[in-house]
């Protein structure tokens, strides 16, 4: 029998006998007092319900949908498929459809994935193929390319990059997937392409066979990908060691000397005002470290006889590793007694930027810490409390950084603090660079123009500085008024990057002057604290 795939679930019908026990189910969810439900069902079990008749409606219901399946069930990865799903009433399908449509779903997704790949792998040949053309028309092509000097795919990766929407550190990862997964594992590429497996999956193997030859990843790829629909990726990743081990008995060393390449600190940040570090090293530095951050933990405990301080030893281990960094950052010095290097004329310091009207108490306005995002108003006051403070100006219709003070009585210093202040991370597309640690970079090189001016300034990171700076990348800028900035890319698409509204955004802006707000602290009367100005002595 043909039936439609959105009435097929109005063929079963309810029994009386089973519109009774839903309705006895019901009644039974709804009241928890026996003396209020029906007396006919007063003294049936619940469980007995649940696990009665409805739940053998729900196999009729799968045996007939297996027995004349929708299109959708059966049809390859694709266009068909997904023509066929978008014709499903998920509303009103019954639990047997909804799971089928799930499972079909993500066979959709798989294909999806590879399709992306594809284009991917695509896109970065051809690309190697024009800057190998180019680097052949160069009297330099034999000069080595280890000066420093921008690598001629890195513009091709910042074109997938703002075109997905991906980070400069994630976009290589997916590139090197694309390349290997269509180049030397076909298989494992045709799976996740008709939906046998997902991406995930796919970057399991990818990830387990890294430093293996080619044919051992084929190898790998072949033992693995006959039970790998059925796997987690848990399963899966225990099954690719296991294959691993027995096509290449030194891979555990390989994939060792490869890990302590990678070796990293990364801050995450988390919610409520918190963030974290994740650190990773070679298994005994990392103990090393954990022994003395317990023994700073030990050493900073209050005895119980002297009154204690409240604080458990998870508290304790992160105070006393807390309190290493900051004194290093508050003394300017490392264990050594080395200076820090400065970012652009103050040592590294931490910044807020809070409204005046937070910091007096009048308002709780947001604040924002830079580097992480908003954070309390509480928590922002007490970072001020411990700082110096300066002027921002800033515009009332979008928050826009327009000018920050400085005691400085050159225009460079002042423009340069601005530009820091009104960019706060570097403005490439998706990069979180902190504006401190980027290059002040000119829309219009300085050589042609020789002024400088804040509407021609921008913060760029030292990567993306020398992308935008190198011509053969073929990407181009253009700074438009209010501090935006328009990317077009080689093939010509253009992104907008606005910067961050640092001020309060008023309803109802007024004319003229914008307003005035500060960072920094004040002191316990409510006065600005001695040496407020002084940009000489962070941090601020």
Excluded at 137 to 150: A, H
Aim: net charge negative; hydrophobic share 40%; aromatic share 4%.
């Amino acid at each position: 029998m043909d039936v439609p795939d959105e009435l097929w679930e109005e063929l079963i019908s309810p029994s009386l006998e089973e519109q009774g026990l839903e309705a006895a189910v019901e009644d039974a969810l709804l009241y928890g007092n026996a003396d209020e439900r029906d007396a006919e069902f007063r003294d049936w079990d619940l469980d007995l319900l649940l696990a009665g008749s409805v739940w053998l409606r729900d196999e009729a219901e799968l045996s007939l949908l297996l027995a004349d399946p929708p299109t959708w069930m059966t049809a390859p990865t694709g266009a068909g498929l997904a023509a066929a799903l978008d014709g499903v009433r998920l509303g009103s399908a019954a639990p047997v459809v909804l799971v089928e449509a799930m499972k079909a779903g993500a066979r959709m997704r798989s294909w999806c994935d590879a399709f992306v790949a594809a284009a991917m792998a695509a896109f970065w040949r051809r690309r190697q193929a024009e800057a190998a053309t180019m680097v052949a028309e160069r009297d330099d092509r034999y000069e080595s390319p280890v000066d420093g000097s921008p690598d001629a795919m890195w513009g091709a990766a910042e074109e997938i990059a703002a075109a997905l929407r991906l980070s400069p550190r994630t976009v290589q990862s997916y590139i090197d997937d694309a390349v290997r997964l269509t180049r030397d594992l076909p298989d494992t590429f045709r799976a996740v392409r008709s939906g046998e497996i997902s991406m995930s999956q796919a970057r399991v193997i990818l990830d387990a066979t890294e430093d293996l030859l080619v044919e051992g990843q084929q190898r790998v790829a072949e033992r693995v990908l006959q039970k790998a629909p059925e796997q987690t990726q848990a399963q899966l990743r225990a099954a690719c060691r296991r294959a691993v081990a027995s096509v290449d008995s030194d891979a555990a060393d390989k994939r060792h000397a490869r890990a302590v390449r990678a070796r990293t600190v990364r801050k995450q940040a988390l919610p409520d005002g918190m963030a974290g570090l994740w650190f990773t090293h070679t298994a005994d530095v990392v103990e090393s470290v954990w022994v003395a951050v317990n023994g700073l933990a030990d050493a900073a405990k209050v005895p119980a006889q002297a009154g204690g301080d409240g604080r458990s030893v998870d508290e304790r281990r992160a105070d006393a590793m807390a309190a290493v960094f900051r004194a290093i950052l508050d003394n300017g010095v490392d264990l050594t007694g080395r200076a820090l290097p400065a970012q652009h004329r103050r040592r590294p310091h931490i910044e807020v930027l809070v409204p005046a009207t937070t910091l007096l108490g009048v308002r709780d306005d947001p604040a924002e810490l830079v580097g992480y995002g908003p954070i309390p108003p509480s928590m922002a006051r007490r970072i001020a409390a411990g700082g110096t403070w300066r002027r921002l100006l800033t515009d009332p219709a979008t928050g826009v950084v327009l000018e920050a003070s400085t005691t400085r009585h050159d225009p460079p210093a002042q423009v340069s603090e601005t530009v820091l202040a009104r960019d706060q991370r570097c403005r490439w597309r998706g990069c979180r660079m902190p504006a401190r640690r980027c290059d002040r970079d000119h829309g219009v090189k300085y050589k042609r123009t020789g002024r400088t001016r804040l509407g021609d300034l921008c913060c760029l990171c030292e990567f993306h500085h020398r992308i935008k700076d190198n011509e053969a990348s073929g990407w181009h800028m253009v700074q438009l008024s209010g501090g935006v900035i328009e990317w077009t890319s080689p093939t010509g698409h253009t992104y907008r990057t606005d910067p961050p509204a640092v001020g309060p955004i008023a309803d109802h802006p007024p004319r003229g002057r914008p307003t005035v707000e500060r960072t920094g602290d004040l002191s316990a009367e409510g006065r600005p604290t001695a040496g407020a100005h002084d940009d000489d002595c962070p941090p601020f």
